[in-house]
Structures are given as C-alpha cells and as structure tokens.
C-alpha cells in the first residue's frame, strides 16, 4: 500500500514539473528575447555571488539558493514549488543536498538551469 502511494506520489510530482515545463518552454522565448537585447556584450561572463550577497535573498518573495556552486534566483518558482515551503528551507543558503534528495524526478535537473544567474564566488 505504501508503495502504490509512493508511486502515485512521484508520478504526481513528475506531472507537475512537466507541466511547469512547458508553461516556462512557451513563455521563455520572449523574456529571453527581451534579455537579450538589453545584455551589454562585454558581460558574457556569469556574474559571481559571495555567500553573504546570497544570503540577502532568503525570503519568499526574494529566493535565492545555491546548488554545486551555481547560483539561481527561484523567486518566481516558490509559490509553485510541489513539495511547498520545502524550497524555503534553504532559501538564501546551499540547497545542493536537498535539491540531489530523492523526491525531485529527473525533469528538475533541466529545469534549474531557467533560473540560474551566476556562479558562486569563494
């Protein structure tokens, strides 16, 4: 019985990431069109966060985590977050653990990378 839930629950979880997918797939088009065109070319490189410059973002409505040294702003994925305030835990922090946890189906290694800004400055 606890199996068939398990089941039942991560198929859930995979739905929703696909769904969020292509919502994001069919909007990213223009919002990269518009950043693009207002990118300096000189700055093709990521821009780099000290710990403490991502620490500031640790609110809701303010989310910034770290995972393997990369930085993402999650901000406008936190309401939409399956497993709920979870994404919270670590907000302004290293998610890189929690992020690896058994409970992301693989479409969330893909869609991380939407949300990335910059890498994390030792």
């Not at 797939?25 to 223009?30: H, I, L, M, V």
């Not at 946890?101 to 869609?111: C, K, Y």
Request: charged share 30%; with cysteine.
């Amino acid at each position: 019985m606890i199996a068939v839930i398990g089941l039942l629950l991560g198929f859930l979880v995979s739905a929703l990431f696909l769904i969020q997918g292509k919502r994001r797939s069919s909007n990213g088009g223009q919002e990269k069109k518009q950043q693009s065109s207002n990118d300096d070319p000189k700055d093709s490189k990521p821009k780099s966060y000290s710990k403490s410059e991502v620490a500031e973002h640790n609110k809701r409505y303010d989310c910034w985590i770290i995972i393997k040294d990369k930085v993402y702003d999650v901000t406008s994925y936190v309401e939409e977050h399956p497993g709920g305030d979870a994404i919270l835990d670590h907000a302004g922090d290293d998610s890189t653990d929690g992020f690896f946890g058994p409970q992301h189906a693989t479409r969330v290694f893909d869609m991380i990378e939407d949300f990335y800004i910059g890498q994390l400055r030792e």
